[in-house]
């Protein structure tokens, strides 16, 4: 089993992966964000990469992420785990605090920069689900214990089961109308990237989950300062070895956690492809042949 590992802002590397190996990856979807790195990690395969680039070079709305889930399951891996920086609307998710999202809403305008299909081919993915409900549960099962294991030391950060993260679509944070309109719906965090990857993960038949953390209140807040990038990069470092130690922790538990034949993850494009594979150009096909070969072989 070999698992993904997707950072986010203020996480652009894992220490401890042994044998570390930088992996350029080609796709016919372009370049994913930066090289994967490649390596073990808690005795478990993994391949690492920094969503926005090292040195954080990309944008929300510049990153490409058919190239990044593309070059994910080119390496074979089967599920991924993502990290990302997320503002709360509620006053019980704190800044520090820890989210295992289980939903998202998408405020983009940019559906076809988040499938892998078109051209000639069509298919329906079920997203009621978004995250793997297997690997969210491992996940949080083991954020929770480390979290009652440093208690007494640091007694700041809780662990959430479940939430809302809203997609916006960014690079500027939202107006403070949008804030209050997004707190009004009931929604539980908001972040600019995880939505197209929970998508095109489903389509590629990846496990996914994610682990928001949470650095600030958006800017609803009247007794918060307004989000700044310096809050934001200051919440960020203070969580960084707490996620880091989550992922080491976490990797042998999910890895173990083989529910390929329960798991509708897995399974996703089973029944999902509505084109006559007849009807499917030679081109789109050769694109997709690591997605589809699955279901339709080569010569249909």
Known sequence: ???????????????????????????????????????????????????????????????????NIYAMKKTGVEKIISVSAV????????PRDVVFVDQFVDRTRRSLEQTFFGDGVVAHVGLAEPVCPHMRKNLLHIAQQIS???????????????????????????????????????????GMTNMPEARLAREAELCYTTMAMVTDYDCWH??????????????LNKNAELA?????????????????????????????VITDPACIPKETYQKLELLLSKYIPKDE
Not at 38 to 58: D, K, N, T, W, Y
Not at 222 to 235: L, P
């Open 244 to 272: 880091k130690n989550i992922i080491r922790e976490a990797l042998p538990v999910i890895a173990k956690d083989d529910n390929e034949d329960s798991c509708d993850c897995r399974q996703a494009l089973k029944n999902a």
């Open 87 to 94: 503002g709360s609307f509620k006053e019980e998710l704190a």
């Open 148 to 190: 009652a294991r440093t208690a007494e030391t640091d007694s700041s950060v809780t662990m959430h089961d479940g939430g809302t993260y809203l997609n916006m679509e960014g690079p500027c944070f939202s107006t403070k109308a949008e804030s209050l309109l997004y707190k009004s719906w009931g929604l539980d965090v908001i």
């Open 1 to 67: 089993m070999k698992i993904g590992i997707i950072g986010g802002s203020g996480l652009y590397n894992i220490e401890g992966l042994e044998n570390a190996q930088d992996i350029r990856v080609d796709t016919p979807f372009g370049q994913p964000s930066d090289n994967l790195v490649s390596g073990r990690l808690s005795g478990i395969e993994a391949v690492f990469l920094a969503r926005h680039g090292r040195g954080h070079r990309l944008m929300p709305s510049e990153i490409n992420h058919k190239a």
């Open 222 to 235: 009247e007794e918060h300062d307004s989000v700044s990038v310096e809050a934001i990069i200051n919440n």
